[in-house]
Structure formats: C-alpha cells, structure tokens
C-alpha cells in the first residue's frame, strides 16, 4: 500500500468517499425506517390506529417517542464508523506530511501584540498554567 501526502487529492478522496457511503447507508436506514410506518398504516389501519401507551396511537406512539432511541442508535453507529473510518485512512498518510509538534503545540503561538507594541498581561489561567 502506497502512503498518500496529508493534503492530498488522493487522501481527500479516500475520506469523502468512506464518509459519503456511510452517510448514504445510515440515511437509507432512516428512511426506510421512517417510510414503514405511511405502509403499515395503509396496509394495517386497525393495528396502527389501536390505542397504545398513555392514550396514543401505535403510529404515533413510534413516531413521536420510539424513533428517539432509534435516531440515537443510528447517530451512535455513525460516528463509530466515521471515527474508525478517519484512523483507517489517517494511518495511510505519509509521516513526513505531518506538521511538526512544535507546530501544533499552542504554546509555539506568540501572544499578539497591543496596540503600544507590547505583550499583553497574562490572565491569573495563563499565569498559573506557565508556572506548572
């Protein structure tokens, strides 16, 4: 396997295409999900219109409290995937196309000047965060 640059075309393209497959796949689900119920309620009206819990009907009993779960369950399974699909990708980059740490590191930022020219005071935070 043939390592890709950070900020390449080619590393890019891996990510958006795992991402815009699994975006598809868990809208699918939804929407099938969503779409059964306009079905059941034609195909089996005296099922879904029954009173359910606390007075509703099946039908809005799944969709004004038994989708939540669902919809939490979906979004739990996609950022897992996505997560796992950015370090899948992420492990093909080239090292050498990775900034350095002192790059990163926010410690590497200069405080901005004010207008007088000169540093700003630290904040108490900024002031006890330098002294550890």
Same mark, same amino acid.
């Given at each position: 396997m043939t390592k890709m640059g950070l900020?390449?075309?080619?590393? =890019?393209? #891996?990510?958006?295409?795992?991402? %815009?497959?699994l975006s598809a796949g868990i809208a699918s689900v939804f929407i099938i999900i969503i779409a059964v119920v306009p079905? =059941?309620?034609l195909f089996l009206p005296d099922v879904m219109n029954a009173?359910? #819990?606390?007075? %509703?009907?099946l039908t809005w009993f799944v969709l004004g409290l038994a989708i939540f779960p669902v919809l939490i369950a979906l979004a739990m399974v996609y950022v897992r995937q996505s997560n796992a699909f950015e370090d899948e990708v992420f492990s093909m980059v080239d090292a050498s196309t990775? $900034?350095?740490?002192?790059?990163? #590191? $926010?410690d590497a930022? $200069?405080?901005?000047?004010t207008a007088t020219g000169e540093a700003p005071t630290p904040t108490s935070s900024e002031a006890a965060q330098a002294a550890h």
């Open positions: 900020h390449s075309e080619e590393f =890019l393209h #891996a990510i958006m295409q795992k991402q %815009l497959r079905i =059941l309620n009173q359910f #819990a606390f007075g %509703l009907t990775l $900034p350095s740490a002192d790059v990163v #590191a $926010p930022i $200069p405080a901005p000047a």
